[in-house]
C-alpha cells in the first residue's frame, strides 16, 4: 500500500489549495479515504472523509463550509479542495486509508500566512 499526497505550499489567508492523494498496492474503490492534519506542537487531528462511492462525506466542524473531499476512483485518488484559508490551517496534511491497522501517506506541507 502507498499513498502520495501532493498539492501543498504556501497562501495567503483568503486563499485555496487543492491536495491530491494518489492510491496504490489496494483496491481504491472499494475503501474509504480520510485527510487528517497535524500542525506544530499539536496532535493529529482529523479534516474529512469520504466514503468508498463519494457518496457520503464528513468534515470536521473546524473544516466544515471550507473544504471539501472529493475523489476519481478511476485514478485512485482522492482530493481536498481547501477555500478561504486561515492562518490555523497551518499543518502537515496527511491522507490515510483505513485497511488493517491503517495506513499514512508521507503528508503535504500547507502553510497560510501573509
Known amino acids: 500500500v502507498q499513498l502520495v499526497e501532493s498539492g501543498g505550499g504556501l497562501v495567503q489567508p483568503g486563499g485555496s489549495l487543492r491536495l491530491s492523494c494518489a492510491g496504490s498496492?489496494?483496491?481504491?474503490?472499494?475503501?474509504?479515504m480520510r485527510w487528517f492534519r497535524q500542525a506544530p506542537g499539536k496532535e493529529r487531528e482529523f479534516v474529512a472523509a469520504?466514503?468508498?462511492?463519494?457518496?457520503?462525506?464528513h468534515y470536521a466542524d473546524s473544516v466544515q463550509g471550507r473544504f471539501t473531499i472529493s475523489r476519481d476512483n478511476a485514478k485512485s485518488t482522492v482530493f481536498l479542495q481547501m477555500n478561504s484559508l486561515k492562518p490555523e490551517d497551518t499543518a502537515m496534511f496527511y491522507c490515510?486509508?483505513?485497511?488493517?491497522?491503517?495506513?499514512w501517506g508521507q503528508g503535504t506541507q500547507v502553510t497560510v500566512s501573509s
Open positions: 490515510y486509508v483505513p485497511l488493517g491497522a491503517g495506513y
Open positions: 498496492g489496494f483496491t481504491f474503490s472499494s475503501v474509504s
Open positions: 469520504i466514503t468508498s462511492t463519494g457518496g457520503d462525506t
